[in-house]
């Protein structure tokens, strides 16, 4: 049966996005082709995917889905230049802080001479502590740079890419606690003029939490600091936390995530002005994270589309509009 388009649908509000992989942009190349505007790496443009030993760069898998994009005219986002994970150990090793930011100058520069200047491009990821006492996540980048390297990276990074809009990306976005940490560091980057344009939003969700009142503030807090938003790797899981593995799948947690997505996206579209994108984090149930996390081998069904790529009720709740 042939169903409209997402992101025809979702023209005149943002873009549609997921994330793939180098396998993913062919087993699901249709369903990517027809429903989205926008893509993630998953994993190929990470620092350690790109470069494993010192000097030494492998492109094949980022280039794949680069070309894959340019032929079908989707934006790709960039995915991601600091992290804690995925990233060489070598880069920390014998160095300071004026030889690390030059490491990180490099790798970016050597980014931008392969790819070109993206559009978007996550500068830092997952920096704010999930613990409630604690800022910043204690990092290898923070104890080289200092308690101030955020300011540092993000600047490097747009000496490089001038043009390219840099976010700051992070999960459990609408915890209250993470929140109001998350809005701290925001606001000290604007004051200090770093060059920050948005904020993603994760968006991890389940059909139990965070509560819509609780996804409609936070869009609201983000919003008031004028940055764009991206809605960055959106899913929403059918446990709770470490439930383990259902006898067979209850037609009503469908049901339940169908409403969930549907009054997720009516916020989306209600604040579509500051919204540039809405990224599923993954094209089909099939491929999922979340049939392997947080319980290994539990299997999950998480998105629009199913494992035989069609689409769920959660699909048309959010098309019929």
Same mark, same amino acid.
């Given at each position: ?16 996005? %997921?994330?793939?992989?180098?396998? %993913? ?14 893509? %993630? $790496? ?8 790109? $470069?494993?030993?010192? !000097? ?21 986002? !960039?995915?991601? +230049? ?5 990233? &060489? ?13 030059? %490491? ?10 392969? +790819? !070109? ?56 976005? $609408?915890? &209250? ?15 200090? !003029? ?49 439930? &383990? ?18 009054? $997720? ?28 996390? &947080? ?9 629009? +589309? ?16």
């Amino acid at each position: 049966m042939q169903t409209e388009s997402l992101k025809e649908k979702y023209q005149p509000y943002f873009k549609i996005g %997921t994330e793939v992989s180098w396998r %993913t942009i062919d087993t699901h190349a249709d369903l990517l082709k027809k429903h989205f505007n926008s893509i %993630t $790496c998953e994993n190929e443009m990470k620092y350690s995917s790109l $470069c494993r030993k010192p !000097g030494e760069y492998s492109f094949e898998p980022a280039d794949k889905i680069a070309s894959f994009a340019k032929e079908n005219d989707i934006a790709l986002h !960039g995915h991601t +230049f600091v992290w804690h994970n995925q990233t &060489p150990g070598f880069i920390f090793e014998n160095t300071d802080e004026e030889g690390l930011l030059a %490491t990180l100058k490099a790798h970016v520069e050597k980014v931008k001479e392969h +790819f !070109g200047e993206l559009a978007t491009f996550d500068a830092v990821n997952e920096a704010i502590e999930d613990k409630k006492d604690t800022y910043l996540r204690d990092t290898k980048w923070k104890a080289v740079l200092g308690d101030d390297y955020i300011p540092k990276v993000f600047r490097v990074i747009k000496e490089v890419l001038p043009n390219t809009a840099l976010y700051y990306n992070d999960y459990n976005d $609408c915890v &209250p606690e993470k929140r109001e940490k998350i809005m701290r560091l925001l606001k000290e980057l604007l004051a200090e !003029g770093v060059p920050i344009s948005g904020m993603g939003m994760q968006f991890h969700a389940s059909i139990y939490h965070p509560s819509i009142d609780e996804i409609k503030r936070s869009i609201e807090t983000y919003a008031s600091t004028g940055l764009m938003i991206r809605i960055s790797e959106m899913d929403v899981s059918l446990y709770k936390e470490k439930e &383990p593995q259902f006898p067979s799948l209850d037609p009503e947690l469908l049901k339940k995530q169908a409403d969930y997505y549907d009054q $997720c996206f009516k916020i989306f579209r209600e604040y579509h002005k500051h919204i540039d994108a809405v990224t599923l984090w993954g094209a089909s149930d099939e491929v999922s994270w979340l049939n392997n996390f &947080p319980v290994f081998g539990r299997k999950n069904w998480p998105l629009l +589309f199913d494992d035989k790529h069609e689409p769920k009720e959660a699909f048309y709740r959010i098309m019929n509009f």
